[in-house]
């Protein structure tokens, strides 16, 4: 998870310059709860004989989004920590200063809302966006690890 989740952000935040490679990170996000459906299912039928719980399954997704969390915000907080120089909020700000952009944001009355934004993120330290992004993954490993245990879930082996 950690890597998939590493790969998708380097591809955002170089795809801020190239629209390709936002796609690509993108489709890497909406991949991962395939791919963490694939590993349940490999557990599964690999380690435990074919047979699965709905517990054991939520359970295995979840601490696989737990340690993926972990590792990635680790990640995080050396992009932002060392990396990063203020490039994300630098061009999103250009972003936001371009022509259309602002007439856009207008148009829907989101330009308060959007310096608002701009504001908090530049107050934030690295470890806050780290554990920020954290919880995020957390709550939502947690979330996407009920249907998947739905689906992979087995009581019986056919076999």
Same mark, same amino acid.
């Given at each position: 998870?950690?890597?998939?989740?590493?790969?998708?952000?380097?591809? %955002?935040?170089?795809?801020?310059?190239?629209?390709?490679?936002?796609?690509?990170? *993108?489709?890497?996000?909406?991949?991962?709860?395939?791919?963490?459906?694939?590993?349940?299912? /490999?557990?599964?039928?690999?380690?435990?004989?074919? *047979?699965?719980?709905?517990?054991?399954?939520?359970? %295995?997704?979840?601490?696989?989004?737990? %340690?993926?969390?972990?590792?990635?915000?680790?990640?995080?907080?050396?992009?932002?920590? %060392?990396?990063?120089?203020?490039?994300?909020?630098?061009?999103?700000?250009?972003? /936001?200063?371009?022509?259309?952009?602002?007439?856009m944001m207008a148009d829907y009355g989101m330009s308060t809302v959007m310096n608002e934004s701009?504001?908090?993120?530049?107050?934030?330290?690295?470890?806050? /966006?780290?554990?920020?992004?954290?919880?995020?993954?957390? *709550?939502?490993?947690?979330?996407?690890?009920?249907?998947?245990?739905?689906?992979?879930?087995?009581?019986?082996?056919?076999?």
């Amino acid at each position: 998870m950690a890597l998939l989740w590493g790969i998708a952000f380097a591809c %955002y935040i170089a795809g801020l310059l190239n629209p390709i490679l936002l796609f690509i990170a *993108i489709i890497l996000v909406f991949v991962t709860p395939f791919v963490a459906a694939k590993r349940l299912q /490999m557990f599964r039928d690999h380690a435990l004989g074919g *047979i699965i719980s709905f517990r054991r399954g939520w359970a %295995y997704v979840a601490m696989m989004f737990f %340690y993926g969390s972990l590792l990635f915000a680790l990640v995080q907080y050396g992009y932002f920590a %060392y990396l990063d120089k203020g490039f994300l909020l630098h061009t999103m700000q250009s972003m /936001m200063e371009n022509a259309d952009a602002r007439q856009m944001m207008a148009d829907y009355g989101m330009s308060t809302v959007m310096n608002e934004s701009l504001a908090q993120m530049r107050a934030m330290r690295p470890i806050d /966006m780290a554990l920020n992004m954290l919880t995020t993954n957390l *709550i939502l490993g947690c979330i996407l690890g009920f249907p998947i245990a739905v689906v992979i879930k087995k009581s019986q082996n056919n076999n």
